[in-house]
């Protein structure tokens, strides 16, 4: 299996990539997507995919990272041309937070929006990859902006999903995957894990979000390393009634299919 969801250009893994790989691979995790949070920190990724053959990167910006715009979004037009920069995001809102406040969070979503339409329309380079989204209390504010883009439902994964199963029926009827982090193991989070049971089984994956949430049985460790995802899918799969090897299987072929990308099977 991969991380399909972690910050690999987080300080807590300056200098530890390659460790951070190895510890992975001997958890049969091979290889990771690192996500990017700002147009200066999609080129660090992009810098890193293209360093390692196991690691693809993407490009866009966080909704809580808005107050640092305006934006340049040169940076990113650059890296989704390139081959290792797999997909847009994490790109959405985020309601948890009041800081930033939707008045900057929404307009860095359009504008990165648009920029996704007009590249598919041309038939850039990078044209029609898919896109992760960010969002957190935000469901019935951010499916109808993303429905109004004209992009099909179908190139998104929410990632990190912590709501339960309402919200997912609303992702899935919308079209898009669902990915889970630790968040879908703890005790407190228990309609997250019911909705990773009722999720079908080709529109969910699995991630970390390193380097938070770790999942249990290491719930509170900092950081929370790419490794730990073997954690999440064990539960996950263990609360689906599937067999560890079927879940991996399953989770790989979505992975594949959706950021278009070819696992290493020697992990
Ligand atoms: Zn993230």
């Not at 004209?150 to 919308?174: M, Y």
Request: glycine share 6%; aromatic share 8%; hydrophobic share 40%.
């Amino acid at each position: 299996m991969i991380d399909t969801h972690c910050h690999l250009t987080f300080p807590d893994f300056e200098g530890r990539v390659p460790e951070e790989l190895a510890e992975a691979a001997r958890h049969g995790v091979a290889g990771c997507i690192t996500i990017s949070t700002t147009p200066m920190n999609a080129l660090e990724c992009l810098r890193l995919a293209s360093t390692y053959p196991n690691v693809w990167s993407s490009a866009g910006i966080h909704p809580l990272y808005a107050a640092e715009g305006p934006f340049d979004l040169t940076p990113l037009r650059h890296c989704i041309a390139q081959d290792r920069c797999v997909a847009w995001g994490e790109l959405g809102l985020d309601n948890h937070y009041s800081d930033p406040p939707r008045s900057l969070q929404e307009p860095v979503l359009l504008q990165q929006l648009a920029m996704i339409r007009e590249i598919d329309k041309a038939g850039k380079a990078g044209a029609n990859k898919p896109i992760v989204v960010h969002c957190r209390e935000a469901f019935d504010d951010l499916i109808p902006i993303l429905q109004a883009s004209g992009i099909s439902g179908e190139r998104f994964v929410f990632h990190c999903f912590t709501a339960g199963p309402k919200e997912a029926r609303q992702v899935l009827d919308f079209g898009a995957m669902i990915s889970y982090t630790g968040v879908a193991t703890y005790n407190n989070a228990r309609e997250v894990m019911e909705a990773a049971a009722l999720t079908p089984a080709d529109r969910i994956m699995v991630e970390t979000d390193a380097p938070y949430l770790s999942p249990q049985p290491v719930r509170g460790q900092r950081p929370c390393r790419p490794w730990m995802v073997s954690l999440t899918a064990k539960l996950v799969a263990e609360a689906r009634g599937e067999a560890y090897e079927d879940f991996e299987s399953m989770t790989d072929a979505n992975a594949e299919r959706f950021f278009g990308i070819e696992i290493p099977k020697n992990a």
